[in-house]
DNA sequence: CATGGGATTGACT
DNA sequence: GTCAATCCCATGC
């Protein structure tokens, strides 16, 4: 991405990662699924203030965020916004494009639409560890790119975060329309 | 120092 | 639909 694409507000930045690639090593995938957090509301970590664990959202933009989720899952951001504010976007779900054979060895399942739909199983798809917290996604490993020609113009629809309790009501979700690699489909309220 | 709660997933009823 | 797994870390005594 260009330098400054994430010193941006970030519900801007949300809506435009829908369609661009992130690349790991040999695996990649067009993002499909996102979500905003941003430290003015009870669902994001960096509501809290500045602690060890929200010292990477509060910094520079343009780094990775990942945490761990539950005690299993790693979690992948990109972090938004000027440093000292805690913004990211989670990444919440990918549809995978190159390296399928490799995301199927460590996901364990064969079915393309089981690697990458859900922010648990496209960090474990690519290889994504808590290691690569703070690291920079311009520079890599965990690289972001822009939209291929393809998804130039792709249409985006617009739906309340999944799996929060507080600010639920906040219409933060970002995807990609008629994505069949998304998380969940869109309207589907709660539900597990 | 002890405790409680998740930005989830997959197995089971 | 229901539920356990599992661990980092914020919070409170």
């Known amino acids: 991405m260009k330098p400054g694409f994430y010193d941006r507000p970030v ?27 941003h430290d003015s509301e009870p669902a994001c970590h960096a509501f809290v203030g500045l602690t060890p664990r929200t010292e990477t959202l509060f910094g520079p933009p343009g780094r990775a965020y990942v945490y761990r989720s539950y005690g299993i899952h790693a979690l992948l951001n990109a972090v938004c916004e000027p440093p000292g504010v805690g913004a990211a976007v989670l990444i919440r779900a990918l549809e ?15 079915a393309v639409r089981q690697l990458c739909s859900g922010p648990g199983k496209l960090t474990q798809a690519l290889g994504i560890e808590l290691h690569h917290n703070g690291s920079d996604l311009l520079s890599g490993p965990v690289v972001f790119s822009p939209r291929p020609r393809a998804w130039r113009d792709v ?21 990609a329309a008629g994505s069949r690699f998304l998380s969940r489909p869109v309207g589907a309220a709660s539900a597990v």
Do not use: K, N
């Not at 494009?97 to 199927?104: F, K, S, V």
């Open 11 to 37: 519900l801007e930045v949300a809506r435009d990662l829908i369609g661009c690639m992130v690349t790991h090593q040999d695996c990649a995938g067009v993002i499909v699924e996102t979500e905003a957090y």
């Open 96 to 110: 995978p494009i190159e390296g399928l054979d490799h995301m199927r060895a460590r996901r364990g399942v064969e």
């Open 155 to 175: 249409e985006i629809s617009i739906d309340t975060r999944i799996g929060i309790t507080r600010a639920a009501e906040l219409p933060w979700r970002f995807c």
